[in-house]
């Protein structure tokens, strides 16, 4: 079975430093990859994905993640946050089989402070 | 990426009364529908996969006489909460298959049973 873990509930950091928002995963075969941002009351935003290729990947709004296979895991970063990154973040996996949907984690508040 | 549209964007209803929501695929054909709910400050919750044409596939414990959902078209599938109570109050949210790889969504349904 597929699963996923964000293992903090909110992620504090002032506006300017780095953050890290973590996910680690389990999944039979390769892992898709995802980061989703929401804003309050709105869809899913698509932030970036890890299908093949190289471990570091880059997305919307200067982030980023690492794909490490070894530690099955997939954070996500940025390296000098804003507080407009203030948000809910999802990461998410499934297989790379054809119609199978994406598994969530619980999610993590981002919030960055002035 | 892909533009995906829902309606109505929110919907308060009496406790009985059935409420449909459409989730329209704009900008390209989605053979596979994805149905999610997301109750407050909790992950997104896969609720049923939908293929064009054939009966949707519900994940376990979903009430499928419920939760009508009908993939009619390759632009526009239905969500049908029928005999709505205030425990069916939620959040949600389409994902029509995948654009290279990735998943997107719809904006949301909120939806209130009073």
């Known amino acids: 079975a597929q699963s996923v873990a964000q293992p903090e509930d909110q992620v504090n950091v002032a506006e300017g430093n780095p953050l890290t928002v973590k996910c680690t995963y389990s999944v039979s075969g390769n892992p898709y990859l995802f980061w989703y941002v929401q804003y309050p009351n709105r869809g899913l935003q698509f932030l970036l994905k890890y299908i093949t290729g190289d471990n570091l990947v880059k997305g919307s709004y200067g982030f980023e993640a690492e794909f490490n296979k070894s530690q099955t895991s997939f954070h996500l970063k940025k390296p000098s946050a804003l507080v407009s990154d203030s948000a809910l973040y999802f990461c998410a996996v499934r297989d790379g089989q054809a119609g199978t949907a994406l598994i969530f984690g619980k999610g993590t508040t981002l919030s960055v402070s002035s | 990426g892909a533009v995906v549209s829902q309606h109505p964007s929110w919907v308060i209803c009496k406790s009985g009364t059935s409420v449909k929501i459409e989730c329209r695929s704009l900008?390209?054909?989605?053979?596979?529908m994805f149905w999610y709910r997301q109750f407050p400050k909790q992950s997104l919750m896969l609720m049923a996969t939908?293929?064009?044409?054939?009966?949707?596939?519900?994940e376990q414990g979903v009430e499928k006489d419920k939760f009508l959902i009908n993939h009619a078209s390759l632009t526009l599938s239905t969500l049908t909460v029928t005999s709505a109570h205030p425990e069916d109050s939620s959040f949600y949210i389409c994902?029509?298959?995948?654009?290279?790889?990735?998943?997107?969504f719809g904006p949301g349904t909120r939806l209130l049973v009073l």
């Open positions: 994902s029509p298959d995948y654009v290279q790889e990735t998943q997107y």
């Open positions: 900008d390209f054909q989605a053979t596979t």
């Open positions: 939908s293929n064009e044409g054939s009966k949707a596939t519900y």
